[in-house]
């Protein structure tokens, strides 16, 4: 079946810095990935989306490129802030299915 | 106003007690979802609802059902609560018409079961 990794659980930073938080997948479809973020307390929000291989997808400062060759959608930001601490998912839908797998998710931590 | 609603935000029950959470979406979607969220696991879904009585299991559906009697409201419930169902549960619905992967979330409610 449909498998997402993301191999970090935790990212500390210092404002300022750039990151890269990593996404591999797995699925014998068409891939359509997603990045939600999720704040303390609160719900999970669509942070960016894309099906579209080797095009930057870009929203809030935050991209992200599918490369299907690669099976890859690593999600980066060039100048991290105190309020991008939060828990982020990588997230995998069938296209025929329309049924997301989740990632188990990296909690970046930004300090001042 | 785009919203998913969940009640209660908090729970406690005995082990062996029935629960019954709650969640509601005024966006008329045709998909709700139930996921549970567990330190290191990510989002698991219980339960993906089409419309309304068309159900289908997720990954976890074990000791969880679900009722789905209208399109905007999609009920979880816990036949005799255990102790391996404390979490936190989202809601979630979405819209094949619009953008089916997009989901929408509740706030979530945090189930402890002693």
Known sequence: ?112 | DMKVTQMPRYLIKRMGENVLLECGQDMSHETMYWYRQDPGLGLQLIYISYDVDSNSEGDIPKGYRVSRKKREHFSLILDSAKTNQTSVYFCASSSWTVSAETLYFGSGTRLTVL
Do not use: I
């Open chain 1, 1 to 112: 079946g449909d498998s997402v990794t993301q191999t970090e659980g935790l990212v500390t930073l210092t404002k300022g810095l750039p990151v890269m938080l990593n996404c591999t997948y797995q699925t014998t479809y068409s891939p359509f990935l997603f990045w939600y973020v999720q704040h303390l307390n609160e719900a999970p929000k669509l942070l960016l989306k894309s099906s579209t291989d080797n095009k930057r997808t870009e929203h809030q400062g935050f991209y992200a490129t599918l490369h299907k060759s690669s099976s890859s959608f690593h999600l980066q930001k060039s100048s991290v802030q105190l309020s991008d601490s939060a828990l982020y998912f990588c997230a995998l839908s069938e296209q025929v299915v329309g049924q997301l797998t989740f990632g188990r998710g990296t909690r970046l931590q930004v300090y001042a």
